[in-house]
Every structure is written in C-alpha cells, then in structure tokens.
C-alpha cells in the first residue's frame, strides 16, 4: 500500500515532521481547532472526502504561509510555481507572502486594515479573535485539477482591532475560491473571491481605520 504523502497527512502531522527551526516563533499550536471548532462549525465532512482533503490542504496552506518561514518548506504547494490573488487582482508568489504574510497579500490596502509588518499583521487579527479564527470548506463544486469550492471564515471578536472595542459577536465572512492543483494534490494556483470589507467592517461598526 502506498503511504499518503505528508501534505495529504493533516496539518499535525506537517508540523510534527518539521524541524522546529523551520517556524518563526517556535512550534505552533492549534489546540482551539480541535477544541472549538468542532461545535461552531456548520458542515461535518467524512474522513476521505473530497471536501476533508480540499480543506486539510488548506489548513497545511494556512500553517505554513503563517509560520514557517522559507517557501521551500512549504509542503502544500509547488512554491516555485505557485500564485495567488484575490478579485482578478495582481498576482502574488509564495515569496510575497512569505516577505509581506498572508494577512497583507489577502486582505490589502482597506479603509478598514492598514497593512502591517509580517509579526504585526498577525498580532491584529489574533488580537481581534483571542479565541480562534476557524475556517471550513462549506461544498467543493469541482474535482482536480481545478477545485474550485465555497467557505465560511469566522471567530468569536474578543479583543480589540486598531482601536475598536470588542462585542463578543461571531463575525463570519464567506467566500469561494479556484484552486489548481498538481497530480499529487499540491497547490499550484488560487483565487479567492469575496469582499473582506464586508467583513472587516463588522470589527469597526463601520467606521475607517485610521492610516498614518
């Protein structure tokens, strides 16, 4: 029998096989994700699945643009060939994430974000949701090689967002995205489409952020 390939493995079994100065800040932790997400997600997907295995890929995408520090380390993805952009927007590698974060590449320029520094982006939107910022693939409407499929992003606004109180509320944002992927499953290609003002304005009551 052929052994699943460690990108297909799960994101604990990535950060399990990574050497630990692979990480920016140490070994990350994602207890919350097994912890709450559970009960606050809205879909359930069986083991095996198209739509388990689009979103365990994602997952791994998400850990290693956030916290591993070099592309060729990332094991989601052909990080030589791989883009992204969001709304037919301009292009970005995976060196651009790795140099700008993923925060700054996706969300951008926005009345409501001003981009920050790699470590300060991160620091706002785990700030903002204390308690996890949980995503799930809501339904995959295409196989590979081209995904694409719908998701749901949320969390629980806890702490405070450049200046903004808190209210406790869940803010969700949803959106879908085009992925093309290689015979092996890993990334090549996304695109994501959605309105993360419609989102980010929900953290500041609709009111801008102030850009100095």
């Known amino acids: 029998m052929t052994e699943t390939p460690l990108w297909l493995q799960g994101r604990d079994a990535v950060i399990e096989a990574a050497d630990p ?3 920016r800040h140490g070994t990350p932790d ?3 994700s097994a912890v709450v997400m559970p009960g606050q997600r809205t879909t359930q997907h069986a083991p095996g699945s ?3 295995i689009v979103e365990s890929i994602v997952q791994v995408f998400e850990m290693e643009v956030s916290h591993k520090k070099d592309p060729a380390t990332w094991v989601s993805m052909v990080s ?3 883009r992204t952009n969001v709304n037919g927007g301009g292009w970005a590698s995976a060196q651009d994430i790795a140099d700008q974060g993923s925060y700054n590449v996706l969300v951008g320029d926005s009345v409501f974000y001003k981009p920050e520094s790699f470590d300060g982006q991160h620091d706002v939107f785990h700030g903002a ?3 996890g910022f949980y995503w799930e693939v809501l339904e995959v409407l ?4 081209v995904v694409t499929f719908k998701w749901r992003h949320w969390g629980s606004f806890d702490g405070e967002y450049h200046g903004f109180q808190p209210n406790g509320k869940t803010i969700e944002m949803f959106g879908m995205s ?3 992927v290689n015979d092996d499953l890993k990334l090549l290609e996304v695109e994501h489409y959605y309105d993360p003002n419609a989102f980010l304005g929900k953290l500041t009551g609709g009111c801008p952020v102030a850009h100095n």
């Open 178 to 180: 085009v992925a093309k």
């Open 50 to 52: 198209l739509e388990a």
């Open 80 to 82: 030589e060939h791989f």
């Open 142 to 145: 295409s196989p590979p090689p």
């Open 21 to 23: 100065s692979e990480f």
């Open 30 to 32: 994602y207890h919350l």
């Open 129 to 131: 949701f204390p308690n």
